[in-house]
């Protein structure tokens, strides 16, 4: 139950035990470019442009930042945690004059500020985390997105832990770029860095003036390639991860089957559930307010005086595992559940009970069987 990498559904890990075919079989080519179609549809960005990446979501990231920015560029980092940071580095690897806006954990950087920081200066883009596992906080991306539309800023989504698990129209909302990691709410294995970027952003590196800083990331060594596949040709740049897209594409068809936003409501409602179990139990969570909580995880504070690491032992005796804290400054003091992708109620009723159980043996008082009940009559 860490948020990522998460359980898989079944009919996802028989795709990755099967055959490892030529990345050039005809079969695999199908696999790849119907993988390309169906994250045009996931995304709901029809006539964005997709990538698929052997890699972690560490490398969307990095890619979107080596292919857009430029030395010198002025980028925006609206940060809610751990990973804004990380985009904060990535982004001066490049060379960019990054500004970051931080908040204290919990809190989102308000939409006036964001305002006021896009009027004083001009920046090329803009990078949000849509929702920041380190704290289970949500931004609102459509807000960010319109105000990046109105100072003629490009928009980053790092979605690595929110694609498919919260809502969003990429193309409609106007998104550059939305991009995440295939283990979390996608559903595959580690090991994908997938990213879907607009005309407008595609446009911008097309127009760079200086050559792109990375090998491996560049697009002008992927944009035929993702472009080979869908047209159902053979091509090669590096050798993909051929179990892995194999498994994408089991994974985006069921999705898609499910239909996406559907999918999205799926997520809310457990999510809601879970954390009105977790306020039974008195227990505070890290988001300041339930608008700024995520769908795909929630992170809590241990009560006043208990041992974090002890109490997380006595829940791994029910089977379940959590995650502790990740935020330097906070890190004893919170722990977080995942509960995206193929999670059902099952999982997090018993999860539940591992976390009323852990409390009680480590002499938190509460009603006994006050958090279940409390999700139950959410369902
Ligand atoms: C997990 C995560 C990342 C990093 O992804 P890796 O696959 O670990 O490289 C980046 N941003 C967010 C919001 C994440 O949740």
Redesign the pocket.
């Known amino acids: 139950m860490i948020?990522?990498p998460i359980e898989f559904e079944p009919e996802v890990l028989r795709a990755m035990g099967a055959n490892t075919t030529s990345h050039v079989a005809p079969n695999f080519i199908e696999t790849f470019g119907h993988s390309i179609e169906l994250m045009r549809k996931v995304w709901m960005a029809p006539t964005g442009q997709p990538f698929i990446v052997a890699g972690?979501?560490?490398?969307a990231?990095d890619m979107a930042a080596c292919n857009l920015i430029e030395k010198g560029d002025n980028a925006l980092v609206i940060s809610s945690g751990y990973?804004g940071k990380?985009f904060q580095k990535i982004l001066d690897c490049y060379g960019a004059n990054t500004t970051i806006l931080e908040v204290a954990p919990g809190e989102v950087v308000n939409l006036e500020f964001i305002e006021k920081n896009l009027k004083e200066k001009s920046y090329k883009l803009l990078t949000f985390?849509?929702?920041?596992?380190s704290t289970g906080v949500k931004v609102d991306a459509k807000a960010i997105a319109a105000l990046a539309k109105k100072y003629n800023v490009l928009s980053i989504l790092?979605g690595?832990?929110s694609v498919v698990g919260e809502e969003i129209r990429q193309e409609e909302w106007g998104i550059d770029i939305a991009l995440t990691?295939s283990?979390?709410a996608v559903g595959v294995p580690?090991g994908l860095a997938l990213l879907v970027a607009s005309q407008k952003a595609m446009d911008v590196w097309k127009n760079r003036k200086t050559p792109v800083q990375n090998y491996y990331g560049d697009w002008a060594n992927w944009i035929s390639i993702m472009t080979a596949y869908e047209e159902r040709r053979p091509s090669y740049f590096g050798t993909p991860a051929v179990n892995l897209v194999a498994a994408l594409e089991v994974s985006l068809r069921l999705i898609d089957e499910d239909g996406i936003l559907n999918r999205v409501q799926r997520h809310e409602k457990l999510a809601d559930a879970f954390r009105k179990a977790m306020s039974a139990l008195k227990l505070e969570l890290l988001p300041n307010t339930t608008k700024n909580a995520a769908n795909t995880l929630t992170a809590v504070y241990y009560p006043e005086g208990i041992d974090g690491a002890a109490f997380r032992k006595k829940v791994s005796e029910y089977g379940v595992i959590i995650a502790g804290g990740l935020l330097p400054e906070l890190k004893t003091k919170y722990f977080r559940v995942g509960h995206m992708g193929a999670i059902a109620p099952q999982d997090l009723i018993t999860t539940i009970s591992a976390i009323e159980y852990g409390l009680k043996t480590v002499g938190y008082g509460f009603e006994d069987g006050v958090a279940l009940k409390t999700f139950q009559a959410c369902l």
Request: proline share 10%; with cysteine.
């Open positions: 948020p990522g972690s979501g560490t490398l990231m990973f990380r985390t849509h929702v920041d596992t790092d690595v832990c990691g283990q979390k580690p």
